[in-house]
T-cell receptor, first 112, second 115 residues
Framework: RKEVEQDPGPFNVPEGATVAFNCTYS??????FFWYRQDCRKEPKLLMS???SGNEDGRFTAQLNRASQYISLLIRDSKLSDSATYLC?????????????FGGGTRLMVKP | GAVVSQHPSRVICKSGTSVKIECRSL??????MFWYRQFPKKSLMLMAT?????????EQGVEKDKFLINHASLTLSTLTVTSAHPEDSSFYIC???????????FGPGTRLTVL
């Protein structure tokens, strides 16, 4: 089993739709979780951190389910500009010196 | 805040030459920087973790003599691809971490093409 797993997609959704991605992780001791967005041929950009209490930023909501060891990203009212690959990342400790383990990414395509 | 620059953005070189890529954290000090490579439509692959003032930690399968990493200061890490070959052609991305939670901020990447 991979340390961090994502459904590669693609998820094809119409504009205005709500879409959700999950990301499972194998290390139950993991402490920090993040969602990144990566556009084609660009670097990943931090979208949001995932806190135990959940995190909402506009149309984006991230949640953590420790019991089932997954994090989720919900996008409401999808825009064409949301089309990208979404990467989840897990840090096994709260230590900046630790590497992040990235999932393989989920590709989202929002269509008119 | 949390801006990371990377230079050059694109390199085309002949086989056998060495290429140096610089990664700078512009508005924060990063004790740890990371180097990744990414092939088209593939996921990020961590190559090495670079700590200021000490030797880099390389991931399994990454040749340290092939990919030389120097982390001379809290804001600068360099990756040198030595004696580059066409199979080294890839997208190289650095990142830097600034907080205890460990979120990483990425540079814009360097697209290397070896002819």
């Amino acid at each position: 089993r991979k340390e961090v797993e994502q459904d590669p997609g693609p998820f094809n959704v119409p504009e205005g739709a709500t879409v959700a991605f999950n990301c499972t992780y194998s290390n139950s001791a993991s402490q920090s979780f993040f969602w990144y967005r990566q556009d084609c041929r660009k670097e990943p950009k931090l979208l949001m951190s995932v806190y135990s209490s959940g995190n909402e930023d506009g149309r984006f909501t991230a949640q953590l389910n420790r019991a089932s060891q997954y994090i989720s990203l919900l996008i409401r009212d999808s825009k064409l500009s949301d089309s990208a690959t979404y990467l989840c990342a897990v840090n096994p400790t709260n230590n900046a010196g630790n590497m992040l383990t990235f999932g393989g990414g989920t590709r989202l395509m929002v269509k008119p | 805040g949390a801006v990371v620059s990377q230079h050059p953005s694109r390199v085309i070189c002949k086989s056998g030459t060495s290429v140096k890529i610089e990664c700078r954290s512009l508005d924060f000090q990063a004790t740890t920087m990371f180097w990744y490579r990414q092939f088209p439509k593939k996921s990020l692959m961590l190559m090495a973790t670079s700590n200021e003032g000490s030797k880099a930690t390389y991931e399994q399968g990454v040749e340290k003599d092939k990919f030389l990493i120097n982390h001379a200061s809290l804001t600068l890490s360099t990756l040198t691809v030595t004696s580059a070959h066409p199979e080294d052609s890839s997208f190289y991305i650095c990142s830097a971490s600034r907080s205890a939670r460990g979120e990483q901020f990425f540079g814009p990447g360097t697209r290397l093409t070896v002819l």
